[in-house]
C-alpha cells in the first residue's frame, strides 16, 4: 500500500507548511489508528545534512515527505501530540480520541515504517532510522 503524499508549498528555503490536512491511518493489532495533521503546519522536511544526499541518495524531499511531517510533527510536541491528533477506532466504528505518549524510539520506527511504506529501499530507511537514533535527541 502506498502512502497519501502530503499537500506542501514552500514557504523558505528549507521550511514547507501543508497546504491540506493530512491523516495518516494505520493499524496496531487489530485496532486503526490515525495521526491528524492540520494545515498551516510547518517543518523542515527531512533534516539529511547535505553530505549524506550523495552518500546515501537520501534527499530532504521526496517519497519521505509524509514521513518527515509525522515525524516532525512527533518531535516538535516532544511525544506528547496535541489533544485529537491521535485518534482509534473504537469497536462501534467512531474515531476516539487517544492521549498517549509517544516516545523518541516510537516516533523513530514511525518514520522508518512511513518511509518503507512510501516506497524508499528498506536500506535508505534503515539509515534514516539509524541517523534519527544517532542524533535525533538533539532536536527532541
Sequence with gaps: MTLKQPLIV??????????????????????????????????????????????????????????ALIHDFMYRYKGDLPHGTHLYQGTDGLWKFHDHKWTRKDADKMLRRLMLQAGVSSWKARAAYMAVRLFGWRTW
Excluded at 12 to 22: D, H, P
Design 10 to 67: 514552500p514557504v523558505t528555503e528549507n521550511r514547507y507548511e501543508l497546504f491540506a490536512n493530512y491523516e495518516y491511518i494505520w493499524v496496531d493489532g487489530q485496532q486503526p489508528h490515525m495521526i491528524a495533521i492540520a494545515k498551516g503546519f510547518r517543518y523542515d522536511g527531512a533534516s539529511v545534512p547535505q553530505i549524506a544526499w550523495s552518500l546515501t541518495g537520501i534527499r530532504p524531499d521526496g517519497l519521505l515527505r509524509d514521513g
